[in-house]
């Protein structure tokens, strides 16, 4: 079995490649911090929806924005199966080609939503919260539509 070792190093990660299945971790890995992103907005949206500013908003902001920065480490060449990288055995992927096309810019992405996302925690207020994390949700659309591919028909294969 493989291991994952993500190592935090003063205020960056360092992503260390184990042998045997480290693509299909990295790649499992990448999925859990989007299925945790995913949480995190159905957590905040509970939170605003109340309509009143709630201090747990900062610890939502916070934990959105290390997941932004960790999957900005995630993205090694090897794991763009949709892009010429060899398949993996039992491992499937959603992560367009497109991300490995210029990835500096996807990373700068990534880290400036994790900004926004620190920007919201910080907020003194609900609006001011607001403000900010909607340029949150409007970079996961975006990335969403241009990063990831979706086969509808999936299921049926």
């Known amino acids: 079995m493989s291991a994952l070792v993500v190592i935090c190093l003063g205020t960056g990660l360092v992503l260390a490649e184990a042998p045997d299945n480290a693509m299909g971790d990295t790649i499992a890995a990448r999925r859990g911090l989007m299925n945790q992103l ?66 500096p810019a996807f990373r700068q992405l990534l880290r400036d939503t994790a900004a926004h996302a620190r920007a919201a925690s910080e907020a003194a207020d609900l609006a001011g919260f607001q403000a900010e994390w909607d340029k949150v949700a409007q970079s996961c659309s975006s990335c969403h539509e241009s990063y990831v591919v979706f086969d509808p028909f999936a299921a049926f294969n």
Request: hydrophobic share 50%.
């Open 38 to 103: 995913a949480t995190l907005q159905t957590l905040v949206d509970a939170r605003v929806g109340s309509g009143n500013y709630s201090p747990e908003l900062y610890d939502l902001g916070q934990a959105a924005a290390a997941s932004f920065d960790a999957f900005a480490v995630l993205l090694p060449p090897q794991s763009n199966l949709l892009g010429g990288a060899p398949a993996i055995e039992g491992v499937d992927t959603t992560a367009a080609a497109a991300i490995w096309d210029d990835l």
